[in-house]
């Protein structure tokens, strides 16, 4: 079974400034996708950002950018220029390609919780 | 406007209560989804229905009994609650599940659920 590693279940950074969120998933899998969620106190889960296995490039949207390490098994969150309303709960998450997957199982960290200080 | 809406927002219950949770989605999915959020422990996958059937149950106790009318509505009956359910309880959509593995989940804001 795959698991999903958040080692950092609290992070600050100050307005302005870049900070990096980490997450450690370990899996037997070649053909995988990988996600992080962002949870505001309004408790909506909101997708920020995607990446699938197969493609080498980093996903980037916007402020938000993945580095994406497959043979260390790491897909770590950068956010640049943090902003006050990043402040929130975030959520990586795992999901196999394999055809004999029952559904859409995704698997969840335990979630780093980001303070933003003005 | 979240595409999902889940309803009530908050719920208090009894052990000995039934109640209802209600999920409905707009974005024309056909996939929905119940999730257990539980303090310090990662978001648990309870059901999984794609085109109104159940293709997953994630090993939920009974006194948990979804419902899935529709493609567009799902719901989640209790009965006979332990407090150990108190959670936060999100639903979710996408596209169906099979074929589209990169297709993003789409959540409610969630029903938080104390069982007294």
């Known amino acids: 079974a795959q698991t999903v590693t958040q080692s950092q279940p609290e992070m600050s950074v100050q307005e302005a400034e870049t900070v990096t969120l980490s997450c450690t998933y370990d899996t037997s899998e070649s053909d995988y996708y990988l996600f992080w969620y962002k949870q505001p106190p309004s408790r909506q889960m909101i997708l920020v950002i995607r990446q699938e296995a197969y493609k080498q490039q980093n996903a980037t949207e916007n402020r938000f950018s993945v580095n994406f390490q497959k043979a260390a098994k790491s897909f770590s969150l950068k956010i640049s220029d943090s902003q006050l309303g990043d402040a929130a709960m975030y959520f990586c998450a795992y999901r196999s390609a394999n055809n004999n997957n029952a559904g859409n199982m995704l698997t969840f960290g335990g979630g780093t919780r980001l303070m933003v200080k003005p | ?116």
């Not at chain 2, 006979?80 to 990169?102: F, I, K, M, V």
């Open chain 2, 1 to 116: 406007e979240t595409g999902v809406t889940q309803t009530p927002r908050h719920l208090v219950m009894g052990m000995t209560n039934k109640k209802s949770l209600k999920c409905e989605q707009h974005l024309g999915h056909n996939a929905m989804y119940w999730y257990k959020q539980s303090a310090k422990k990662p978001l648990e996958l309870m059901f999984v229905y794609n085109f109104k059937e159940q293709t997953e149950n994630n090993s939920v106790p009974s006194r948990f009994s979804p419902e899935c009318p529709n493609s567009s509505h799902l719901f989640l009956h209790l009965h006979t609650l332990q407090p150990e359910d108190s959670a936060l309880y999100l639903c979710a959509s996408s596209r169906p599940s099979r074929g589209s593995y990169n297709s993003p989940l789409h959540f409610g804001n969630g029903t938080r659920l104390t069982v007294t």
